[in-house]
């Protein structure tokens, strides 16, 4: 009896540390050589937030070897991944495309809004917390950002900055009217007369604001008509 009771504290105290296997899917934000033949990947994962992850033997010349490219930041993969709480650095046990990019990869604009993206995110995403919302929406956005026409192109990158800072508590105030014309940037929200302060935007450029605040979907920047200057006033004034 004495002998059954310290097998199951054994088995008990054992199996806590013993990583169990998940499947999530990820979004690819950084990878990192490591050794000869591995490497080191932080993704953003709808199951656990940000992770990091060894992925041994994936850096060769042999068949393995194109598997590295799926490492590339912005890459969309399912994962089956150990997890272990206690540790900072898990491991993989099997990956695949989650969604294959048409044009992102190759076009060099779409390229350019979404590594700016990925770079938005990993300056943001600092703690392993889970959040499904926040990972549905960028998922959706790689997404729509490679089927997106020209114009939505242009206009991805205030959509997705102003969109994204709802989740950390501090988006925009959709307060815009006829006499709230004017976007007052510490105070996050329309007013209707010029601050007494610098930090704001005239009624025109306001107007963009609450244009892209009013976008539900990428789809919807179409119908926004700016040029890179507006979009060069608008991005500045936000950072």
Not at 21 to 29: E, N, S
Not at 105 to 116: C, Q, R, W
Request: net charge positive.
């Amino acid at each position: 009896m004495i002998w059954k009771f310290k097998a199951d504290l054994y088995t008990v105290v054992h199996n806590t540390f013993v990583p169990m296997i998940y499947k999530t899917k990820g979004i690819v934000l950084r990878t990192i050589k490591y050794g000869e033949t591995s490497i080191v990947t932080n993704i953003f994962t709808e199951e656990f937030g940000v992770q990091s992850y060894l992925v041994n033997g994936i850096r060769t010349s042999g068949k393995s070897s194109s598997k590295a490219g799926m490492f590339q930041p912005t890459s969309i993969l399912a994962l089956e991944a150990y997890h272990n709480d206690l540790k900072n650095l898990q491991r993989l046990k099997e990956f695949r495309w989650s969604y294959l990019y048409q044009s992102v990869l190759t076009e060099v604009t779409k390229n350019s809004v979404a590594i700016f993206i990925v770079e938005l995110l990993y300056k943001c995403l600092k703690q392993p917390e889970k959040n499904i919302q926040l990972f549905a929406f960028c998922e959706d956005a790689f997404i729509a950002l490679d089927k997106a026409k020209p114009i939505v192109t242009a206009n991805f990158p205030l959509y997705f900055s102003i969109h994204l800072a709802a989740f950390f508590g501090f988006s925009p105030a959709e307060n815009s009217s006829q006499t709230q014309l004017f976007f007052d940037l510490q105070e996050g929200k329309f007013v209707n007369e010029m601050p007494t302060h610098s930090y704001y935007l005239d009624a025109a450029t306001s107007t963009f604001i609450a244009e892209i605040l009013k976008a539900r979907h990428p789809d919807d920047l179409a119908e926004i008509k700016m040029n890179k200057t507006n979009r060069r006033v608008l991005m500045i004034a936000l950072q």
